[in-house]
C-alpha cells in the first residue's frame, strides 16, 4: 500500500535550493551551497533517507594580473537512511557488502584547488575541479557534485572549442562503493562495479574534444564531443565515446535530435533521440523519445569480465545523463538498460533487451517567475510507467524550493520477478542556500 508520511509532507515543504555570491574583496568572492533533501519510496519496503551537503569555494584573482585566477573549496555531506543500499548508494553514501544502510554516513572531498589563465577569448584551467561536458560532469542533483582532477583548454565566445584530460574522479556516480568519494581514476570509477579489484583496472583517465555554437535561445545550434580511454582492462580494448546534437528554434518551436555511442572491443551502447517542444504563452509542451540499442561483439571476452550481456555506458559513472528522457531525478540512471546484477552490488545495470525504446510527455506551467509547475508522464522499455510532478519556486536570485513527486507502475511480471510491489510512490524534497 502506497504511503507519504508526514515527515515526507514537511520535507516536500522544505525543499528548497538557492544560490548567491559573496564579494570578500574586490578579487576575491565566496560562492557555494547548502542543501537539505529528504527521499522516500514506497515499494516492497519502504526506502528513506534524509541528507546536508556544503559546497564552498573561494575564487581569487592574482593580485599583479587579471588573467590569472585559483580557486580553492570542497564540500561535505552527511546522510541517514533506512533502505537497501540501492537508494543510499545513488547519493553517494553506501559502501560496497552492507546488505542495508540504516545509520549515518559522512563524506567531504577537495572539489577544487585549481589555476586559471585567461588568454583573450581563450583559457586554461589545471588542477581539482568541476567540469561541464555531456557525457562528464557534476551531475548537480547530488549532495556534493562530482568533481574531477585535470587540465581543461577552451576558445572561443560564439563557435566554443574545448580539449581536455581528465585523470581522476571523485563522487557519488563513481561505482568504487566503498568510498565514491576518495578520488580514483575515471576507469576505476566506471569499472569498479564490474568486481574487479583495483589491480585489474589500469589508471587510464579520459581526453576530451569539444566544439558547440549557439544555444536553444538564440535558434539553431549544435554540439559534438568525443572522448577516449586508453585500454583500461585487459581485452576490452579502447573506450571510445562520441556525443551530438541539434536543435532549431522557429517562434515557440523547438525540435531537437541527439545521438550518442560508446564502444570499445567487447559491447556498443549507442541512444539516439528526438525531442519537440511548443510554448503556449506560460505553458510548454514537450514530448521526447529515446532508443537503446547495445551489441556484443565477443561474447568470450564478455564472459571473462563477469558478464552476460552487454553493460550499461560507461558514461553513468561520470555524471553523465544527456537523454532527452530522464525523469527519475535519483534512480534513472540505469532504468532503460536493464536489472541490478545479484552478485554485485546494486549500482551494476546490464542490458537485457536491444531496440527498448523510453518517452517523455511533458507540460511545464510557468505561473510566474518565482513559480514553475510540471507534470509529465514517462515510460521506460514496457517495464514501468512513470507520472511525475514538480514544482519550482524562486525567492528572489539566490533560494529556490524544489517539490519531487513520482507514482510508479510496473509490469506485474516485473514485479513479481523483482520481488516489489506493482506500484510505488517516491517523495523527494530539497532545502538549500547559495551563497
Known amino acids: ?34 542543501r537539505a533533501l529528504f527521499f522516500q519510496e514506497d515499494a516492497a519496503k519502504t ?5 546536508v551537503g556544503l559546497n564552498a569555494w573561494i575564487e581569487q584573482t592574482c593580485l599583479f594580473t587579471d588573467n590569472l585566477v585559483w580557486e580553492i573549496g570542497g564540500g561535505v555531506a552527511g546522510m541517514a ?12 553514501m553506501a559502501k560496497a557488502g552492507e546488505s542495508a544502510l540504516e545509520d549515518s554516513q559522512n563524506y567531504g572531498i577537495l572539489s577544487r584547488l585549481n589555476g586559471r589563465l585567461n588568454l583573450g577569448k581563450g583559457f586554461v584551467k589545471a588542477g581539482y575541479q568541476v567540469v561541464e561536458t555531456p557525457l562528464a560532469g557534476r551531475h548537480d542533483i547530488r549532495l556534493i557534485p562530482n568533481s574531477f582532477l585535470g587540465a581543461v583548454a577552451g576558445y572561443g565566445k560564439e563557435t566554443k572549442m574545448q580539449v ?29 562495479q564490474l568486481g574487479l579489484n583495483d589491480a585489474a583496472v589500469d589508471d587510464k583517465g579520459v581526453g576530451l574534444f569539444g566544439i558547440s555554437n549557439g544555444t536553444e535561445e538564440e535558434g539553431g ?35 531537437a535530435a541527439q545521438y550518442i555511442t560508446m564502444d570499445n572491443d567487447i559491447w556498443m551502447n549507442m541512444i539516439m533521440g528526438a525531442r519537440l517542444s511548443m510554448e503556449f504563452d506560460r505553458l510548454e509542451v514537450t514530448v521526447a523519445m529515446n ?5 556484443i561483439h565477443d561474447q568470450t571476452k ?21 537523454e532527452f528522457v530522464s525523469g527519475e531525478e535519483v534512480d534513472g540512471r540505469y532504468a532503460n538498460w536493464g536489472d541490478a546484477s545479484a552478485d554485485t552490488n546494486t549500482s551494476t545495470y546490464v542490458s537485457e533487451k536491444s531496440g527498448s525504446t523510453a518517452y517523455m510527455l511533458n507540460l511545464l506551467y510557468q505561473s510566474s517567475d518565482a513559480l514553475s509547475l510540471s507534470l509529465g508522464y514517462l515510460h521506460y522499455m514496457d517495464r514501468v510507467g512513470v507520472v511525475q510532478a514538480m514544482a519550482e ?6 533560494v529556490s524550493l524544489f517539490i519531487l513527486g513520482e507514482h510508479k507502475m510496473y509490469d506485474k511480471s516485473y514485479a513479481e520477478a523483482a520481488g516489489i510491489e506493482e506500484t510505488a510512490t517516491i517523495v523527494e524534497g530539497k532545502l538549500g542556500y547559495f551563497f
Open 291 to 295: 532508443s537503446y540499442t547495445a551489441n
Open 302 to 322: 564478455l564472459a571473462a569480465l563477469g558478464l552476460s550481456t552487454a553493460h550499461a555506458p560507461l558514461w553513468y559513472a561520470w555524471g553523465g545523463k544527456p
Open 164 to 192: 581536455g584530460y581528465l585523470s581522476h574522479m571523485a563522487g557519488s556516480d563513481s561505482t568504487r562503493m566503498e568510498n565514491p568519494y576518495a578520488y580514483h581514476s575515471l576507469a576505476d570509477a566506471a569499472l569498479g
Open 221 to 255: 545550434r549544435y554540439q559534438f564531443w568525443g572522448y577516449l580511454m586508453p585500454e583500461p582492462v585487459e581485452g576490452l580494448g579502447d573506450v571510445r565515446a562520441l556525443y551530438l546534437d541539434g536543435g532549431l528554434s522557429i517562434d515557440n518551436v523547438d525540435i
Open 47 to 51: 526506502a528513506q533517507a534524509t541528507g
Open 1 to 34: 500500500m502506497n504511503r507519504i508520511t508526514f515527515q515526507a509532507i514537511m520535507w516536500m515543504i522544505l525543499g528548497v535550493a538557492a544560490q548567491a555570491e559573496v564579494e570578500l574583496t574586490s578579487k576575491t568572492t565566496l560562492q557555494g551551497d547548502i
Open 81 to 92: 537512511a533506512e533502505s537497501d543500499p540501492g537508494v543510499a548508494a545513488d547519493f553517494g
Open 393 to 398: 519556486f524562486g525567492f528572489g536570485e539566490s
